[in-house]
T-cell receptor
């Protein structure tokens, strides 16, 4: 079982719709979780961090964490073509090892 | 500096040569991470530093890979006797403390020919 798992996609969403990206993790002791966006040929860029169960909203982005289910998600509202990228989920293991999923490719269709 | 700085941006080397990659983290950041990303793949964890110490070296692919960090700041990743399979983008990230948000440098694209 991979430490952090994501559906590799590609996920295709029409412009203006909600994009939903999901992630599961294996280390029940993980307490800190992060979503990064990576455009082709660029390095990952931090979008959101989440540490507590529930929802955390920042503009068009909402991160959701359910530690009991070991599940993290990212919702992107009013999707724009510029949101087309690979989205990486990361979990901090043992308070020191930041482990990434394989990423989900998201395409927003105009 | 304002962000994480990596050098060189690109490196082409001949098989069998040694290479050294440098990472200059955000000032004041104590945690530093190295990752490798092959074309179309995810981020492979290599090593993590807290200050100058590397509590977890489990991700280093072989004994040809080594890393150090001095003065709690700059880190170097050294690959000895490079092989073609070492070709990838090497990414460095730093965070204020391990449990906080990490920020990436622009990466070093290594090509072994």
């Amino acid at each position: 079982q991979k430490e952090v798992e994501q559906n590799s996609g590609p996920l295709s969403v029409p412009e203006g719709a909600i994009a939903s990206l999901n992630c599961t993790y294996s280390d029940r002791g993980s307490q800190s979780f992060f979503w990064y966006r990576q455009y082709s040929g660029k390095s990952p860029e931090l979008i959101m961090s989440i540490y507590s169960n529930g929802d955390k909203e920042d503009g068009r982005f909402t991160a959701q964490l359910n530690k009991a289910s070991q599940y993290v998600s990212l919702l992107i509202r009013d999707s724009q073509p510029s949101d087309s990228a690979t989205y990486l989920c990361a979990a901090l293991q043992g308070a020191q090892k930041l482990v990434f999923g394989q990423g989900t490719r998201l395409t927003i269709n105009p | 500096g304002a962000g994480v700085s990596q050098s060189p941006s690109n490196k082409v080397t001949e098989k069998g040569k040694d290479v050294e990659l440098r990472c200059d983290p955000i000032s004041g950041h104590t945690a530093l991470y190295w990752y490798r990303q092959s074309l179309g793949q995810g981020l492979e964890f290599l090593i993590y530093f807290q200050g100058n110490s590397a509590p977890d070296k489990s991700g280093l692919p072989s004994d040809r890979f080594s890393a150090e960090r001095t003065g709690g700041s700059v880190s170097t990743l050294t690959i000895q006797r490079t092989q073609q399979e070492d070709s990838a983008v090497y990414l460095c990230a730093s965070s204020f403390i391990p449990d906080t948000e990490a920020f990436f440098g622009q990466g070093t694209r290594l090509t072994v020919v």
